[in-house]
Nanobody, 115 residues
Framework: QVQLVESGGGLVQPGGSLRLSCAAS????????MGWYRQAPGKERELVAR???????NYADSVKGRFTISRDNAKNTVYLQMNSLKPEDTAVYYC?????????WGQGTQVTVSS
């Protein structure tokens, strides 16, 4: 069994920063990739950023230059540094782990950008 636990969400003013963390635990034999998705009210879940085992990185166009994804392989943890946050970044952010030949999701953490 694999668990993903996210932390770091909250309320921030426009232009502010937040750092999300996602720690994977359990019987992890292989990790192909880890990433972050988000879902705003009334919208579909969308990719924010993804990092592969070989550190290939993909970002959504809407966050390029503002968000940075990184990982600590020794801790099975992925981070999302979010800078210059905008109200349209408001969403529930979910961690995805592609592990043991299947996908695992975290429970989600709320990010609200508002003045």
């Amino acid at each position: 069994q694999v668990q993903l636990v996210e932390s770091g969400g909250g309320l921030v003013q426009p232009g502010g920063s937040l750092r999300l963390s996602c720690a994977a635990s359990g019987s992890i034999f292989s990790i192909a990739a880890m990433g972050w998705y988000r879902q705003a009210p009334g919208k579909e879940r969308e990719l924010v950023a993804r990092i592969s085992r070989r550190s290939d990185i993909n970002y959504a166009d809407s966050v390029k230059g503002r968000f940075t994804i990184s990982r600590d392989n020794a801790k099975n943890t992925v981070y999302l540094q979010m800078n210059s946050l905008k109200p349209e970044d408001t969403a529930v952010y979910y961690c995805l782990g592609a592990m043991n030949a299947r996908n695992y999701w975290g429970q989600g953490t709320q990010v609200t950008v508002s003045s």
